[in-house]
C-alpha cells in the first residue's frame, strides 16, 4: 500500500496533500474544521482521511478558503452541497470563488513551463487532480479579518493580501500554528521551486503586496507554519518569512 494522504503536523491539525496542494483537517473533541478544498478530486481522498483519523463527514463544521484559486476550491461547492456546511472565504474572494479561473496575475502563465521544466510534473498531476475543471462555489459566509472564527481551533482570521486581493491565514495561537495558505509557500507549482517564498506572478495578483503581507504572518509569532503548497515549516515563521524576501519576486 501506498503513504497515507494525511498525517498529524501539529496539534490535532491534520495535514492531507494531493497532488501538489495541501489541505488541513482542524480537531478539536468530535468537530472538524476543514482548510481549502483541494482538487475536485481530492474530495475522496479526505473521506478517506476523515475515517483515518477517527473521525466522519458529519463532523465537519465548515470549511474555510485562505483564498479562491481553482486548486484551493475543487471540492467546495461539493462539501457544501452534500455535507450542508457553511464555506467562509474574505469577501473579495466571493467573485473568484463563483469564477475560479477569472484571476489577476502579475506575469503570462504560458512562459513559466518552457523557464521551469520542473514544473511540468507538477502541473501535470494538479491536471490529472481535476484543477481544469473546478465548479464554483456561491453563498459564501464573510471571513471577519482579525476576529476568532468559532469553529474548531477556534481561528483567528490574519488578512494577508498579494496572492490575491483577499488572501487570509488563519493562526491558531493555542497551537503556536498558523495556515498561511498561499501567502507564502514551500513549494511554488509554478516554477519547481522549493523553500519559503511567495508564488511566482503567474499566479499572483501583486507581488510587491504578497511581499508587505509578510509581516502579518511575522506578527503571529507562530513557530509552525503550514502552506498551501509545500511541505510544513516548523522553524518559526519569522525564518520563514526572512527566507521567502531575500527570495523575492519571481
Do not use: K
Given at each position: 500500500?501506498?503513504?497515507?494522504?494525511?498525517?498529524?503536523?501539529?496539534?490535532?491539525?491534520?495535514?492531507?496533500?494531493?497532488?501538489h496542494?495541501?489541505?488541513?483537517?482542524?480537531?478539536?473533541?468530535?468537530?472538524?474544521?476543514?482548510?481549502?478544498?483541494?482538487?475536485?478530486?481530492?474530495?475522496?481522498?479526505?473521506?478517506?482521511?476523515?475515517?483515518?483519523?477517527?473521525?466522519?463527514?458529519?463532523?465537519?463544521?465548515?470549511?474555510?478558503?485562505?483564498?479562491?484559486?481553482?486548486?484551493?476550491?475543487?471540492?467546495?461547492?461539493?462539501?457544501?452541497?452534500?455535507?450542508?456546511?457553511?464555506?467562509?472565504?474574505?469577501?473579495?474572494?466571493?467573485?473568484?470563488?463563483?469564477?475560479?479561473?477569472?484571476?489577476?496575475?502579475e506575469?503570462?502563465?504560458?512562459?513559466?513551463?518552457?523557464?521551469?521544466?520542473?514544473?511540468?510534473?507538477?502541473?501535470?498531476?494538479m491536471?490529472?487532480?481535476?484543477?481544469?475543471?473546478?465548479?464554483?462555489?456561491?453563498?459564501?459566509?464573510d471571513?471577519?479579518?482579525?476576529?476568532?472564527?468559532?469553529?474548531?481551533?477556534?481561528?483567528?482570521?490574519v488578512?494577508?493580501?498579494?496572492?490575491?486581493?483577499?488572501?487570509?491565514?488563519?493562526?491558531?495561537?493555542?497551537?503556536?500554528?498558523?495556515?498561511?495558505?498561499?501567502?507564502?509557500?514551500?513549494?511554488?507549482?509554478?516554477?519547481?521551486?522549493?523553500?519559503?517564498?511567495?508564488?511566482?506572478?503567474?499566479?499572483?495578483?501583486?507581488?510587491?503586496?504578497?511581499?508587505?503581507?509578510?509581516?502579518?504572518?511575522?506578527?503571529?509569532?507562530?513557530?509552525?507554519?503550514?502552506?498551501?503548497?509545500?511541505?510544513?515549516w516548523?522553524?518559526?515563521?519569522?525564518?520563514?518569512?526572512?527566507?521567502?524576501?531575500?527570495?523575492?519576486?519571481?
Amino acid at each position: 500500500m501506498g503513504r497515507s494522504a494525511v498525517s498529524e503536523v501539529a496539534d490535532r491539525v491534520f495535514r492531507i496533500e494531493h497532488a501538489h496542494v495541501n489541505l488541513y483537517l482542524v480537531v478539536e473533541g468530535s468537530d472538524v474544521l476543514i482548510v481549502d478544498a483541494g482538487h475536485p478530486e481530492t474530495w475522496d481522498v479526505v473521506g478517506r482521511s476523515l475515517r483515518e483519523i477517527g473521525m466522519r463527514p458529519g463532523s465537519v463544521q465548515g470549511l474555510v478558503l485562505t483564498h479562491a484559486h481553482f486548486d484551493h476550491t475543487g471540492f467546495a461547492a461539493r462539501a457544501q452541497r452534500q455535507l450542508g456546511v457553511p464555506v467562509w472565504a474574505h469577501p473579495r474572494e466571493h467573485y473568484l470563488a463563483a469564477h475560479p479561473y477569472r484571476y489577476a496575475h502579475e506575469r503570462p502563465r504560458a512562459a513559466y513551463p518552457v523557464r521551469h521544466p520542473r514544473a511540468l510534473p507538477i502541473l501535470a498531476a494538479m491536471a490529472r487532480a481535476g484543477a481544469w475543471r473546478v465548479p464554483g462555489v456561491r453563498g459564501l459566509l464573510d471571513l471577519p479579518t482579525g476576529e476568532t472564527v468559532a469553529v474548531a481551533g477556534s481561528p483567528r482570521v490574519v488578512f494577508t493580501p498579494g496572492h490575491t486581493f483577499g488572501h487570509c491565514a488563519l493562526h491558531l495561537p493555542e497551537r503556536d500554528v498558523v495556515l498561511s495558505g498561499d501567502a507564502l509557500v514551500t513549494l511554488d507549482p509554478y516554477t519547481g521551486l522549493r523553500g519559503p517564498q511567495i508564488v511566482a506572478g503567474a499566479a499572483t495578483a501583486d507581488s510587491a503586496q504578497a511581499l508587505a503581507s509578510l509581516d502579518a504572518l511575522t506578527d503571529t509569532g507562530a513557530t509552525t507554519l503550514l502552506p498551501g503548497h509545500g511541505e510544513p515549516w516548523s522553524a518559526g515563521v519569522v525564518q520563514a518569512v526572512a527566507a521567502a524576501r531575500e527570495r523575492g519576486a519571481h
